[in-house]
């Protein structure tokens, strides 16, 4: 177990504990002492979990869950459809199993179950990249569940899948013009897919990103507040706690959606380039699985792994700073909700396992 | 675990399958290194620019947010009788106001509507408000679209409130006026701040939603009532609940007022007033300190409620207020200018003792008449007359029986006997010395100047040359002469006290909250330039006034009065020739030591039979200490002068009959009056003040004003003729 990555992991620990000040922070006008009831304690417990699965994923080879791979993608699948008749609502969108007590986001574990069911796919053609077909049947895989998440309505997550549609096949040697193609495609037709797809909800996310002063006390509230909470952090912030648009409540889901912006007002610039620098610094580490992988197949996990994190991350904290419409994604490591949390550590748990299994071949 | 260690460890693997796309991996690594370090540059760019670059803007933003300053209204002043009854209270009231800058964005017109159908008001009327607040006050104040809300519809909008952003309702503090219409002209009150107002009173820290004084003492002591209104900085969250204070100033209550007016005898002069004036459109009395100027009671009819103004002031209403014949909203006393008639006799005869004009022993005969012959043709004469042949007077029957033509001759002189005269001038001269033609300086807002008039006046405004006849109009307070109630009645005073030109008023001295005199506002005064014997010689004329002559209704029996009257005529002549005439008393008591000083005022009545039995209630009831001692058909009966005219000029003599003298016709002689009694009150011709009363214009201004350029009188109507006087 020498080759087991504890950068990693301390990189994942240090992200989950800063999430957790903020957490503290955001959470505070609402549970002014912590109990068990409290949502820092839930997202430790939570983190525990995540810890204790990433280290059974780590444990089994990867290769496992390659042979699985149909299985899991079926599962993706199912889950992601079921979840549009049995799941629970929040925020106007469906995405929500409930089960043990515990609500589940369909979509936080299909990413992962997508990620590996690509991975066995490209992986078993690495010599037919050039070869069109194989280009868009991967392609389809990908979009199948982007489009039933499209449904939920998710934007954000229907674009990650994308995004790691896209890192995947790049990674696994498809011919450049291919991509420049598919993006040229998907370029040109978002405007007639934004038609047929958009609902009133994104056309009026879309508006409110565009002015926000259009409802400065309805859909726009929350963009507007954003903005001045981590405008007013300025380079070192209000201090933790003495964020004004955190703690007297003008900023609306503090604790998932919009944490970035607590830390933009309460920790400042100073305190986004550390969060920058732990992401940073955490995906190398996850670029570098990918390299030092003993075969395409972990190579394209690890891959997909890094863009999952990476677009999540862009994502999120562009919304905050109204760099794109608001979709809610989590903050991955950092936002409060167990699904997301439990998923990055399992996520973690795979590049873990490719790593070890590298090494353990070496010797 | 280095990177080159594992990228070797890689390539050695590449024999045994020469497939796997090392290069291409270490290559897409590459990339990937770079994607993560260009995501994050792009969003480490949109941090600078809203953290660093536009830190400041938003942080401001942030406090805004969070922080409110809201203002705490101070308490307004109190107000109290002389004995320490309280006048006034404070209460609340409703208003809907809205901060323009926390409307929905776009969606304005919904929120208009909704409040539209809450309050009332169209929603077009809400916009036109709401922009004329963003005009003058900006986006973020509070303005006002509608006050005076009824609790219930206060209730409705404060339910609406979470709906609507922008709207709240506040709640402001208003005015009870306890005493009802007792008192509201000297009280007046409190209104919304005007815009005009705000402009100029935004420095003094007046907010665009403030109250203020619009009339009477609420306007003239609004400095000292105000107080200082406090404000507290709070921290609000989201939902605009207050979190904590953070800074807070206490406000500093106004400061109460004692007044001078004495609230039973208010009560009972208005009562009397009322009963006197009933053929009168309006009506005005006032009851002074002789010695501190002092009102103890200040009364115009007709009055209003204050309260009025304190509650929903609906549009009808108020167009009766304003335009009722009586203009209740107008203090008759101190706003509107009326002609003195002979009440001014007795500011003529103290020029005329202190200019060596006249002497207790200046006899002058009135044979009810006198003529003066034109300057140009002897065989034009005009006649000036008496209200009868009074036969041989001396200077105290000159007065006691109001001659017109002893004071023609004091005024005007007579040519034809050689008697010099004051002028015209000099008349003017001591009008103004004893306050008339300019303000009293009450401290009660809109008082009018009156006007004195005098030959450079007459020659500059009405563009004619100044005649004898406008002097002898001048010296029975008729002509173009204009005087306030309270003019009269401070001229009165001077003569009662010796000389002393009091200043009215009807705020004795500040007081705090626990009954202790803050401040005791001091008597202004100047003195008259006439000697008091010969002041004391004019207060003989108007004792015998009372006990022998024209004011013998104006006596008491409960104490010693001194009085003079006046009948001035008013408005253009009747079918039968005569005109409505004004009714004055002014008087003093006791005639020994004075102590009050008293003036009546009717719009319609006569001098003698009307405002005389007022004055002497009015006496009585302040001497007697309680109920009236008249019932109201108890007065002498004097009869009711028929209006004659006085000054009749004719053309050519014997050409034109001057009318007789109505007898009088008594309804009834009680057996202690002499059967050889009086006319009561002579009178004067019309007069013709130019208008400018400050806020209606005065009843009894004549149709036509005087014509400048008119043909010889013979030739004018019979109205205008009294005004040319000689050519």
Do not use: C
Not at chain 2, 170 to 179: A, G, K
């Amino acid at each position: 177990m020498r080759n087991f990555d504890v950068v990693l992991i301390l990189l994942a620990v240090a992200l989950v504990a800063y999430g957790g000040l903020l957490l503290y922070s955001a959470s505070l006008s609402a549970y002014p002492t912590i109990t068990m009831d409290h949502p820092l304690t839930k997202q430790m417990i939570f983190a525990l979990l995540g810890v204790g699965g990433m280290i059974v994923v780590a444990w089994v080879d990867y290769r496992v869950y390659g042979q699985m791979a149909i299985g899991l993608y079926a599962l993706a699948v199912v889950m992601l459809a079921a979840v549009l008749f049995v799941g629970e609502s929040a925020y106007g969108s469906t995405r929500w199993f409930s089960f043990a007590g515990q609500q589940i986001q369909a979509s936080e574990v299909a990413k992962l179950l997508v990620i590996i069911a690509l991975a066995r796919y490209l992986a078993d053609r690495q010599r037919q990249m050039a070869d069109p077909r194989v280009f868009v049947i991967s392609l389809a895989m990908a979009a199948l569940p982007a489009a039933l998440v499209l449904i939920e309505p998710d934007m954000g997550t229907a674009a990650v899948f994308g995004a790691i549609w896209l890192g995947m096949v790049a990674m696994a040697g498809a011919p450049p013009r291919f991509l420049v193609i598919a993006l040229g495609i998907a370029l040109a037709t978002i405007p007639f897919m934004a038609m047929l797809t958009l609902g009133d909800y994104q056309i009026d996310r879309f508006r409110l990103w565009i002015d926000p002063a259009s409802d400065p006390l309805g859909g726009g509230f929350n963009i507007r507040q954003a903005e001045i909470g981590i405008g007013s952090g300025g380079v070192f912030g209000q201090g933790l706690t003495e964020g004004t648009q955190t703690q007297l409540d003008f900023l609306q889901t503090s604790t998932t959606d919009y944490i970035f912006s607590v830390l933009g007002e309460e920790l400042g610039l100073i305190g986004a380039l550390v969060l920058f620098a732990l992401f940073t610094a955490l995906l190398f580490r996850g670029i570098r699985a990918a390299t030092l992988s003993q075969d395409q197949f972990g190579s394209l996990i690890a891959t997909g792994v890094v863009i999952m994190i990476l677009f999540q991350v862009f994502i999120n904290v562009a919304v905050n700073i109204r760099l794109v419409p608001v979709t809610g994604i989590p903050l991955p490591f950092i936002s409060q909700g167990g699904s997301s949390l439990v998923m990055m550590f399992l996520s973690l748990g795979l590049l873990e396992g490719i790593l070890i299994r590298h090494k353990r071949l070496e010797f | 675990m280095s990177y080159f260690e594992g990228r070797r460890r890689w390539r050695s693997r590449k024999a045994k399958n020469e497939r796997t796309p090392s290069e291409r991996g270490t290559s897409m690594a590459a990339a990937m290194r770079g994607l993560v370090i260009l995501m994050f540059g792009i969003l480490i760019i949109q941090l600078i620019n809203l953290q660093v670059i536009k830190g400041d803007q938003y942080r401001e933003q942030a406090a805004i947010n969070a922080l409110r300053e809201i203002p705490i209204p101070a308490n307004r002043g109190l107000v109290y009788d002389r004995n320490g009854t309280l006048l006034v209270q404070n209460t609340a009231r409703f208003s809907a106001t809205i901060i323009p800058g926390d409307l929905p964005e776009g969606d304005e017109a919904t929120a208009y509507r909704m409040i539209s159908s809450a309050i009332g008001l169209p929603a077009s009327e809400i916009e036109a408000r709401v922009a004329e607040g963003i005009e003058i006050q900006g986006e973020f104040n509070p303005t006002v679209i509608k006050g005076d809300l009824d609790r219930e519809v206060a209730l409705t909008l404060i339910e609406l409130e979470p709906h609507v952003p922008g709207l709240s309702v506040q709640v402001e503090p208003s005015r009870n006026y306890l005493t009802g219409d007792l008192l509201s002209h000297i009280l007046g009150y409190i209104g919304p701040i005007s815009a005009e107002e705000y402009e100029r009173l935004a420095d003094e820290g007046y907010l665009y939603q403030d109250f203020l004084g619009k009339s009477g003492v609420e306007l003239t002591y609004e400095d000292v009532l105000r107080g200082k209104a406090g404000k507290k900085l709070v921290e609000v969250d989201a939902a605009g609940r207050e979190l904590r204070v953070i800074s807070e100033r206490r406000p500093i209550d106004g400061t109460n007022l004692v007044l001078t007016i004495d609230l039973d005898l208010q009560a009972a002069v208005r009562e009397i007033l009322a009963e006197y004036s009933t053929d009168s459109d309006n009506a005005a009395a006032a009851v002074i300190d002789v010695k501190t100027g002092e009102l103890l009671s200040m009364v115009s009819l007709p009055t209003y409620d204050g309260n009025f103004f304190s509650g929903p002031i609906s549009e009808d209403a108020l167009a009766e207020l304003i335009e009722s014949p009586g203009k209740p909203l107008v203090n008759h006393a101190i706003s509107d200018r009326y002609a003195p008639g002979s009440t001014f006799k007795t500011i003529v005869g103290s020029a005329a003792l202190q200019e060596g004009i006249a002497s207790t022993s200046t006899t002058i005969v009135s044979r009810g008449y006198i003529n003066v012959e034109n300057e140009f043709d002897p065989n034009v004469v005009y006649v000036y007359r008496d209200w009868a042949p009074l036969g041989v007077l001396d200077f105290y029957d000159g007065i006691a029986m109001s001659s017109n033509v002893y004071f023609y001759y004091l005024a005007g002189g007579f040519a034809d006997e050689g008697f010099r005269g004051l002028g015209a001038d000099k008349v003017a001269e001591y009008a103004r010395a004893f306050g008339l033609g300019s303000v009293t300086g009450i401290d009660i807002a809109g008082e009018s100047d009156g006007l004195v008039p005098d030959p450079d006046w007459k020659q500059e405004t009405i563009g004619d040359t100044w005649t004898i006849g406008d002097t002898y109009n001048f010296g029975i307070g008729q002509g173009y002469l204009a005087t306030t109630p309270i003019q009269m009645l401070r001229a009165i005073t001077a003569i009662a006290n010796g000389g002393t030109l009091v200043t009215p008023h009807v705020v004795a001295e500040y007081m705090d909250s626990l009954g202790n005199t803050l401040e005791a506002l001091a008597t202004v005064t100047s003195t008259v330039p006439v000697d008091a014997a010969n002041l004391q010689i004019v207060g003989q004329g108007m004792r015998q006034s009372v006990t022998s002559g024209v004011a013998r209704n104006a006596s008491v029996s409960a104490v010693t009065v001194a009085g003079k009257t006046g009948t001035a005529e008013f408005g253009a002549a009747r079918d039968d020739g005569t005109y409505e005439t004004h009714g004055w008393f002014v008087g003093y008591a006791p005639a020994e030591d004075p102590e009050i000083a008293v003036v009546v005022f009717l719009q319609r009545g006569s001098g003698g039979s009307d405002a005389s039995p007022a004055a002497a209630r009015i006496l009585d009831y302040y001497f007697s200490g309680g109920g009236p001692t008249y019932s109201p058909g108890d007065t002498i009966p004097v009869p009711d002068p028929s209006p004659v005219d006085v000054l009749d000029a004719t053309a050519a003599p014997g050409a034109n009959e001057a009318p007789a003298t109505n007898a009088p016709e008594p309804t009834a002689t009680p057996a202690e009056e002499p059967a050889s009694s009086p006319e009561p009150e002579p009178t004067a011709p019309p007069t013709a003040p130019p208008t400018e009363a400050p806020v209606s214009p005065p009843t009894d201004v004549p149709t036509e004003p005087p014509q400048e350029t008119s043909p010889p009188a013979a030739a004018l109507p019979d109205e205008r003729r009294p005004n040319r006087g000689l050519p």
